[in-house]
């Protein structure tokens, strides 16, 4: 499985983007799928995940009504709306595939495959 991130960038406060992960290779039945970011100086943190077939969400809660994850099932991508960001939410994102998982999981070492990262910087 190859996980390409897509859409980060520079944005001040209070703005949005939107990030993608194209997923390809091998296919599997099911997955769970998340985001997760890794600020200079501090390890990978949790964001958000969804299981890919039944579509059930989970948040951390710093991100919870200002993040939304989601996928689009037909074109193997997973999405990140970020709305009103911080300064405190710069970091790499990266994506992350589970196969076969049935429920969430908010741990690095629940996923086996990652995507390279892209960079989010919120100004202030």
């Known amino acids: 499985v190859q996980l390409v991130e897509s859409g980060g960038g520079l944005v001040q406060a209070g703005g949005s983007l939107r990030l993608s992960c194209a997923a390809s290779?091998?296919?599997?039945?099911?997955?769970?799928m998340g985001w997760f970011r890794q600020a200079p100086g501090k390890e990978r943190e949790f964001v958000a995940a969804i299981s890919w077939i039944g579509g059930s969400t989970y948040y951390t809660d710093s991100v919870k009504g200002r993040f939304t994850i989601s996928r689009d099932l037909a074109k193997n991508t997973l999405y990140l709306q970020m709305n009103s960001l911080k300064p405190e939410d710069t970091a790499v994102y990266y994506c992350?595939?589970?196969?076969?998982?049935?429920?969430?999981?908010?741990?690095?070492?629940?996923?086996?495959?990652w995507g390279q990262g892209t960079q989010v910087t919120v100004s202030s």
């Open positions: 290779g091998r296919t599997f039945s099911s997955y769970v």
């Open positions: 992350a595939a589970q196969p076969h998982a049935i429920v969430i999981d908010t741990t690095t070492g629940g996923y086996d495959y």
